[in-house]
């Protein structure tokens, strides 16, 4: 399957901050925060498949990236988004958001988790 990483300006991302920090999947550390961004797949008839990756910023895994780099830091200097700070945290995520790539589809373990499913383990 191909995957289209890129994000449209018009875009809607959905960032989650509060409750319980999300787990990166990468690394399995506690993540900073997700954002659950719009993305295609091409299937095997070559249709293009809109829906919905969730994607999560971690400061192991993701310091490296300008964009994440910037977020990242700012998060340490300011624990927590306010009124007074909210349009800078909003930029940064932004920004984020447009380049952070969603993870390839790893199909071996969707099958897997179906399979599961299908025999009631799930």
Known sequence: MDHDRRLSASARVEVTLAGDPPE????????????????????????????????????????GEP???????????????TDANLRQAADLIHTWASVAKVP?????????EIQAWRDGAL
Do not use: K, M, Y
């Open 24 to 63: 990166c999947g990468r690394c399995g550390r506690e993540g900073i925060l997700s954002a659950r961004l719009p993305h295609a797949l091409t299937n095997a008839r070559g249709e293009s498949v809109r829906g919905f990756a969730v994607v999560v910023l971690c400061q192991g895994c993701d310091i």
């Open 104 to 112: 390839p589809l790893n199909e071996a373990a969707l099958e897997s």
């Open 67 to 81: 964009e994440a780099g910037a977020l990242i830091a700012w998060f340490t200097v300011n624990a927590e988004v």
